[in-house]
C-alpha cells in the first residue's frame, strides 16, 4: 500500500507523514519545502497549479491519496482560493481518476465549508448556502470537486480549527492567535460576535489522529469536531490568562464589549479610510472571518464517533488557557 500526501511540507501534512512513518509514503510538496522531509520517505516537488502536476508520477503506484494541500487563510483572495484549493483539488481528482489501485481518495477541508448555515450542521453534503469569505467558499467548491461526479472512494474530513499541539505549545499562528494578540495588546477593544456561538478548537493531535482513523473507516463525509466552546468563554478565560500578568496589568486594559454586527462593520469601514496607524491592519486580520462569529453553528460528528473507536473530546475551556499562557509567556513571538 503507497500513501500519496499532497500538502506534505504544510502544517498537518508533515504530521500525518510522520504518523505514517512505517508506511510506504510520497510525501508531495512544493521545492521550497524539501527540507522538511521526514526520515526516508519519498519526496516529490509539485505545483498544483501546473497542468499536469504529477506528470512523473506512475499512479499504478498509488493505492490511498490525502490532499492536504491548500492555502488556508481567511483573507485570501478569490483568484488565489480558486487556482489552489479548487483548481489544485481538480487536478489531484483527475490523478486518483488514474490510479487503478486507488482504495481512498481523503479530502481535508474544513467545519466551515457550511459557509453561512446555522444551527445543526450534518455530516453530509452540503448546498450552498453563501460564505463569509473566499476561503470557505473554495473548500466548499472542492468537497463539491470530488464528490461529483461519483465513483471514487472519496472521504472528505472537515477539520476544525487548530490551536496548538497537544502539550499546549503553539506549532503555528492563525486567525485565532492573531486576534488572541490584538486584544492583549490593546488593538482590538470590541467582540465581534455573539459571545454564545460555539468555536471549534482543537489540537494539531487530535486532528491528525481523526483523519489517520478515517483512513480505514467507510468512505463519506466526518465532521472532526472535539468539545466546542463559546466565543464568550473563550474570550473570558484568554483574559483571565492576561491578567495573571503583570505587564498586561499595568495598562490597564478593559475586557472587551460585545458589538452587534453593524457596528463592526462601520467600524471595519471606518479604518479602512485611515491611513497609517495599528487600527487599520488589526482589523483587517480580524475582519475575514468576523461574520461567522455571528452565526451559530454546532456541527454533529455520529459518524465521526461511529468510525472512530479513539473520539476523544477534550475540555475546551483548559485548552484554551494553555495556548493563551504559552503565547504570553513567549510575548507573541514567532511559533516554533
Not at 126 to 144: I, L, R, T
Not at 151 to 162: A, D, N
Not at 234 to 239: L, P, R
Request: charged share 25%.
Amino acid at each position: 500500500m503507497t500513501t500519496l500526501i499532497t500538502g506534505a511540507g504544510g502544517y498537518l501534512g508533515r504530521r500525518i507523514a510522520a504518523a505514517l512513518h512505517d508506511e510506504d509514503v510520497i510525501l508531495a510538496m512544493r521545492g521550497a519545502d524539501k527540507r522538511e522531509r521526514p526520515g526516508a520517505q519519498e519526496v516529490i516537488p509539485i505545483d498544483l497549479c501546473e497542468e499536469n502536476p504529477f506528470a512523473e508520477l506512475d499512479p499504478r503506484r498509488i493505492t490511498r491519496i490525502i490532499h492536504a494541500a491548500a492555502v488556508i487563510r481567511f483573507d485570501v483572495d478569490r483568484d488565489t482560493a480558486r487556482r489552489v484549493n479548487v483548481a489544485g483539488t481538480a487536478r489531484v481528482r483527475e490523478f486518483a481518476e488514474r490510479c487503478e489501485r486507488l482504495e481512498r481518495f481523503v479530502l481535508l477541508s474544513t467545519l466551515y465549508s457550511a459557509g453561512r448555515r446555522q444551527g445543526d450542521v450534518r455530516e453530509v453534503r452540503h448546498d450552498d448556502a453563501g460564505f463569509v469569505n473566499h476561503y470557505e467558499w473554495s473548500k466548499w467548491a472542492a468537497e463539491e470537486c470530488v464528490l461529483e461526479p461519483p465513483g471514487l472512494p472519496v472521504t472528505v474530513v472537515r477539520l476544525p480549527t487548530v490551536i496548538s499541539e497537544d502539550d499546549g505549545t503553539v506549532g503555528q499562528y492563525n486567525a485565532f492567535h492573531h486576534t488572541i494578540r490584538l486584544y492583549y495588546s490593546g488593538l482590538l477593544t470590541l467582540l465581534p460576535g455573539d459571545p454564545a456561538t460555539p468555536l471549534s478548537l482543537a489540537t494539531a493531535g487530535f486532528t491528525v489522529d481523526a483523519v489517520t482513523a478515517l483512513l480505514d473507516a467507510e468512505p463519506g463525509i466526518y465532521q472532526a469536531c472535539s468539545g466546542p466552546v463559546s466565543l464568550g468563554t473563550a474570550v473570558d478565560t484568554a483574559f483571565s490568562v492576561f491578567e495573571r500578568d503583570a505587564d498586561f496589568m499595568r495598562r490597564m486594559l478593559p475586557r472587551p464589549v460585545p458589538c452587534d454586527q453593524a457596528s463592526f462593520h462601520d467600524m471595519v469601514s471606518a479604518a479602512r479610510a485611515l491611513r497609517g496607524g495599528p487600527l487599520q491592519p488589526a482589523l483587517a486580520s480580524v475582519a475575514p472571518f468576523a461574520e461567522q462569529l455571528y452565526l451559530s453553528k454546532s456541527f454533529r460528528t455520529e459518524r465521526l464517533r461511529a468510525a472512530w473507536p479513539g473520539y476523544r473530546t477534550a475540555d475546551p475551556v483548559a485548552l484554551v488557557e494553555s495556548v493563551c499562557a504559552h503565547l504570553v509567556e513567549r510575548r507573541f513571538n514567532a511559533a516554533r
